[in-house]
């Protein structure tokens, strides 16, 4: 017995004595029934990596396209048993070769080339907006108007009389221009 229960005061000592003798045993008991608190078992398996669905949808893939590539090989091989042994060197190329939309493609082709031939003649049957005689004088008048602008008095009048013959855009004249200013 341990010296702390001693110490405690009883009514009984035989009664005691029994009951610590049974919370012993019951103790000792418990410790030979315990059982680990671990898990040794092995993790429960995930279902879904097992099925492994990605790789047999591909198989199922894979076996309808060799089914398919099988029937067409069928089809060629009952073709040649029906000549009886003909040579088959036709060239069917041609025959496969057409596109199902060529016609319609065709139709739609020449239908935009006329919508855009229709569209060049009005665009060159169409009377012009502008009328460069009226820019060409609005141009002289400006160039007066200019010529008396003008603090220092420069050969531009000489381009004001050679209009007539040149283009409006003639670089001396664009010089002369800038030195106006």
């Given at each position: ?13 035989a ?5 610590i003798?049974r919370?012993q045993?019951?103790?000792r008991?418990k ?9 040794n078992?092995?993790?429960r398996?995930?279902t879904?990596?097992k099925?492994?669905?990605?790789k047999?949808?591909l198989m ?7 089914e398919?590539?099988?029937?067409i090989l ?7 048993m029906?000549?009886?042994g ?7 190329s ?5 596109s199902l ?5 065709k139709r ?7 919508q855009n ?5 009005r665009?060159?049957q169409?009377?012009?907006?502008y009328n460069?005689?009226?820019w ?7 160039d007066?108007?200019l010529?008396n ?10 381009h ?7 283009s409006y855009f ?12």
């Amino acid at each position: 017995m341990d010296r702390g229960r001693k110490a405690l005061p009883v009514q009984n000592k035989a009664c005691n004595q029994r009951y610590i003798k049974r919370c012993q045993e019951r103790h000792r008991q418990k410790l030979r029934d315990m059982k680990c608190s671990i898990d040794n078992k092995p993790p429960r398996s995930a279902t879904h990596l097992k099925t492994k669905a990605k790789k047999n949808a591909l198989m199922e893939d894979r076996i309808d396209q060799i089914e398919t590539e099988n029937r067409i090989l069928l089809q060629k091989m009952t073709h040649i048993m029906r000549r009886k042994g003909a040579i088959d060197n036709v060239n069917q190329s041609q025959k496969y070769g057409h596109s199902l939309s060529k016609e319609r493609r065709k139709r739609e082709l020449q239908k935009i080339t006329n919508q855009n031939l229709q569209i060049l003649k009005r665009i060159q049957q169409a009377k012009p907006t502008y009328n460069h005689k009226k820019w060409e004088e609005e141009a002289k008048a400006n160039d007066r108007i200019l010529a008396n602008i003008c603090e220092f008095k420069s050969n531009h009048t000489e381009h004001m009389d050679r209009r007539d013959n040149s283009s409006y855009f003639d670089d001396e004249f664009l010089m002369d221009y800038e030195d106006c200013y």
